[in-house]
C-alpha cells in the first residue's frame, strides 16, 4: 500500500463520528443560518464566512452564485451531512449540531441531479424512501403508472445498475417517488431537471410541484429561468451571502443575480 493510501486511512480512522441527541423535536421548519463558517481544512482559507440568512418554512428558496461559490456546502451543512465550524445553524429554533444526524435526516428529503438506483424492481427502489411501506403506499406516491405501465413486468420490473434500463427523466421520476413517500417536511433539491430534455422537464415538475407543496425547500440553482419562482433568492460568490431578496427586488437591485440572469439570457439566444 502507498504512502499517499495510508495516510488517507490514517484520516478517516481519526476522523470523529458525529453524534448527538436522539431527539429532535424542533418547533417548525425554518432553517436558520447566523454567521456560519466552514472550511474543509480547519487550518485552511473557509469555504463559507459569516453566512446569515432564512428559509421558512412553506417556502421555496434559492441557493445561487458561480461555480464553487459554496450553494451544495450549505445545503450539505443543513442536513449535517458535515459539521460547520463557526456561527449557528438551526432547524425550528433547534441547533443541527446537537442532533443525530441520522435522527434530524428523517426530517429531510433530498433529490439530486445524480440520482442513485439499485438493481433492484421499480417498486423497491421507490420503497427506499420509507422501508416497511406498503405496495398501496408506494403506488400511491410514485405518480410513474405513465412509464411503468410500459415496462415488461411493470413496479416488478428490474431496472438494473443505477436504473441503466431507464432513461434520464425516468430516472428522475423515481428519485422524486421516493422523496414523495417519505413526506419529510425539509426538502433539498439540486436542480433535478438540469439535465433533461423539454418534454421530460415538464413531467418532471410535476412532481416536484406535489412534493414541494408546504415544505422548507432549498433549492441549489443552476439556471436563473429555474429560480424565478422562488420566494426568495440568496446570491452566495466567495463563500459569503452578497444579496437576498425576491427575485424582482434582486433583478430590479442590478447586482450579482441580475447579471447572472442577464448572461445566461444571452447565452441561450
Known amino acids: 500500500m502507498s504512502d499517499v493510501s495510508v495516510q488517507r486511512l490514517n484520516e478517516i480512522f481519526d476522523t470523529p463520528i458525529a453524534t448527538g441527541s436522539e431527539t429532535f423535536e424542533p418547533a417548525g421548519h425554518d432553517v436558520v443560518f447566523e454567521n456560519v463558517g466552514f472550511s474543509y481544512d480547519?487550518?485552511?482559507?473557509?469555504?463559507?464566512?459569516n453566512v446569515s440568512f432564512i428559509a421558512k418554512e412553506g417556502q421555496v428558496t434559492a441557493l445561487v452564485g458561480p461555480s464553487g461559490s459554496g450553494k451544495s456546502t450549505c445545503a450539505r451543512l443543513t442536513?449535517?451531512?458535515?459539521?460547520?465550524?463557526?456561527?449557528?445553524?438551526?432547524?425550528?429554533?433547534?441547533?443541527?449540531?446537537?442532533?443525530?444526524?441520522?435522527?434530524?435526516?428523517?426530517?429531510?428529503?433530498?433529490?439530486?441531479?445524480?440520482?442513485?438506483?439499485?438493481?433492484?424492481?421499480?417498486?423497491?427502489?421507490?420503497?427506499?424512501?420509507?422501508?416497511?411501506?406498503t405496495n398501496e403506499e408506494v403506488l400511491a406516491a410514485a405518480n410513474c403508472d405513465e412509464f411503468v405501465s410500459r415496462l415488461a413486468d411493470g413496479y416488478a420490473t428490474i431496472i438494473?445498475?443505477?436504473?441503466?434500463?431507464?432513461?434520464?427523466?425516468?430516472?428522475?421520476?423515481?428519485?422524486?417517488?421516493?422523496?414523495?413517500?417519505?413526506?419529510?417536511?425539509?426538502?433539498?433539491?439540486d436542480e433535478a431537471t438540469a439535465s433533461l430534455d423539454v418534454e421530460n422537464e415538464?413531467?418532471?415538475?410535476?412532481?416536484?410541484?406535489?412534493?414541494?407543496?408546504?415544505?422548507?425547500?432549498?433549492?441549489?440553482?443552476?439556471?436563473?429561468?429555474?429560480?424565478?419562482?422562488?420566494?426568495?433568492?440568496?446570491?452566495?460568490?466567495g463563500g459569503h451571502v452578497v444579496e437576498q431578496g425576491s427575485p424582482s427586488e434582486l433583478?430590479?437591485?442590478?447586482?450579482?443575480?441580475?447579471?447572472?440572469?442577464?448572461?445566461?439570457?444571452?447565452?441561450a439566444d
Open 42 to 49: 480547519k487550518q485552511g482559507e473557509a469555504t463559507l464566512e
Open 79 to 133: 442536513a449535517r451531512l458535515w459539521d460547520h465550524d463557526a456561527g449557528s445553524l438551526t432547524v425550528g429554533g433547534v441547533e443541527v449540531l446537537g442532533v443525530d444526524p441520522e435522527v434530524l435526516m428523517s426530517d429531510f428529503s433530498m433529490v439530486f441531479q445524480d440520482v442513485m438506483l439499485f438493481d433492484d424492481t421499480v417498486m423497491e427502489n421507490i420503497r427506499l424512501g420509507r422501508h416497511g411501506a
Open 251 to 267: 433583478l430590479a437591485a442590478g447586482g450579482l443575480f441580475a447579471n447572472m440572469v442577464s448572461l445566461q439570457s444571452k447565452s
Open 202 to 237: 415538464s413531467k418532471v415538475q410535476g412532481a416536484l410541484s406535489r412534493l414541494l407543496a408546504g415544505k422548507t425547500v432549498l433549492v441549489i440553482a443552476h439556471r436563473m429561468r429555474t429560480v424565478m419562482g422562488a420566494d426568495k433568492v440568496v446570491v452566495i460568490d
Open 160 to 189: 438494473g445498475e443505477n436504473g441503466a434500463r431507464l432513461s434520464g427523466g425516468e430516472r428522475q421520476r423515481i428519485s422524486i417517488a421516493r422523496a414523495l413517500l417519505k413526506d419529510a417536511p425539509i426538502v433539498l433539491l
